[in-house]
């Protein structure tokens, strides 16, 4: 099947191309890019007013399957990523059972084959059942299909154990992402340390509980001259430390959330259990310092953590609620509308961190980029599309988001995958 996509602002940060073109796919490729293409037997799509980006890619998703169907599936997942303008999404291994071994991978990738609408990337466990003492068959898991390692929404505490990892993973040339908490100190908390939780009487998590494991993870990858990703990054000093370990050539990068960008921990007055994530929304103080930190270039990636729960779940008093929001619906628009739209980033600069680095970071030679002999992976964006957070309209099965009833400027309004258009679906 053909597509020849038409008089669309081609945005592409690879190749620092920002013009308007025709785009030409062919068997799940790119074929031709050029400013006017004519092509027999293809589908029209005008883009005339509308932004063509190489295909958004989520490092950092929870699809919650096997083991937590009620909350989400890969079938689910996928068709949230897809209405939210990701062509790939990689689905972290805290499922159950974890990621710790061929037979989960295999199984995701099945699952995903027959049913995702994108593209399903498997994170691998680090260590044996997420329980930080005995790292996993890595090499095992890589020829099975996983395409990075992380013990997400935990920590290797062991750092024998985290050493021995990153050695691995380097042998592999495999990416670690690390969820950075020391567990002592975290243990217990509901919401980030400081005035508010004190005002509310909530436990807190102080920010140190990241920023220790954060340089742990700098001195370590130093050491070893290898890689290490950090995970959602919340707090003002991880975010001096990331930058400062760059400085000196420390082969270290970082993705944060637009929540962790939106909204601090004067939110939570209310209470409100979908504001409940982990690490926790800091203070204005670390928002700020997140923006600056994306601003110039010490945070690589853009992600959305999406953490499906039952309503049920979420009911619960706020001290018994399970951490984590859902954001595969919501990300895009967030970030354009109070990113992009307000000139704090350029459009260049968001689809550089929402698609080209984490194709990068991922090696995935044949996305991220928009250019002939390339994936047919695109998502085509409105920047003045006007729309309203519907948690009950998600594709999603998680409603955990604290930002309905929102009114933002700018949405996805087109997702092809291998060149079939799988958003707007079907009626």
């Excluded at 919650?64 to 997942?77: D, F």
């Amino acid at each position: 099947m053909k597509i020849l996509i038409k008089n669309g602002r081609v945005v592409d940060p690879k190749s620092a191309v920002d013009e308007t073109l025709d785009i030409l796919i062919d068997g799940g490729r790119i074929a031709d890019i050029k400013p006017s293409i004519k092509a027999r037997d293809a589908t029209v799509i005008d883009a005339a007013r509308l932004v063509v980006a190489p295909g958004f890619i989520d490092m950092h998703a929870h699809l919650r399957e096997p083991g937590q169907t009620s909350k989400e599936t890969i079938e689910t997942g996928a068709r949230a990523a897809a209405r939210g303008g990701f062509t790939s999404v990689c689905a972290m291994p805290n499922t159950k059972p974890a990621n710790d071994e061929r037979a989960v991978t295999e199984f995701i990738l099945a699952q995903a084959a027959k049913k995702a609408v994108v593209n399903v990337y498997p994170i691998g466990a680090l260590t044996k059942g997420l329980l930080g003492w005995e790292v996993t068959d890595m090499a095992d898991l890589v020829a099975a299909g996983a395409i990075a390692f992380s013990d997400d929404g935990r920590c290797v505490q062991d750092n024998r154990v985290m050493r021995r990892a990153l050695e691995t993973a380097k042998s592999l040339g495999a990416l670690v992402i690390d969820h950075c908490e020391d567990r002592p100190l975290w243990e217990g908390g509901v919401m980030h340390e400081g005035p508010a939780s004190r005002r509310l009487g909530l436990p807190g998590i102080p920010a140190a509980a990241e920023e220790i494991m954060v340089a742990r993870d700098i001195i370590l990858a130093e050491a070893l001259e290898t890689r290490v990703h950090i995970a959602h990054l919340s707090t003002k000093g991880a975010a001096h430390f990331v930058r400062e370990a760059k400085s000196r050539g420390v082969r270290i990068s970082a993705e944060v959330t637009p929540h962790h960008l939106l909204l601090d921990d004067g939110d939570l007055e209310k209470r409100e259990t979908s504001l409940k994530v982990n690490p926790p929304l800091r203070s204005a103080e670390d928002v700020r310092a997140l923006i600056a930190a994306v601003k110039d270039g010490t945070v690589d990636v853009f992600v959305t953590d999406h953490a499906p729960h039952t309503t049920k779940e979420k009911d619960a008093p706020i001290e018994k609620a399970p951490f984590g929001m859902v954001g595969l619906e919501t990300a895009v628009s967030l970030l354009l509308d109070r990113l992009v739209n307000k000139n704090i980033i350029s459009i260049m600069r968001f689809i550089e961190m929402i698609s080209t680095k984490p194709a990068q970071l991922l090696s995935l030679q044949a996305k991220g980029r928009i250019a002939v002999g390339a994936d047919a992976d695109l998502t085509i964006l409105n920047l003045h599309q006007n729309v309203v957070v519907d948690a009950g309209a998600f594709a999603s099965k998680g409603r955990n988001s604290p930002f309905h009833g929102w009114k933002l400027k700018g949405a996805p309004v087109m997702t092809i995958v291998g060149g079939r258009v799988v958003y707007p679906f079907p009626s």
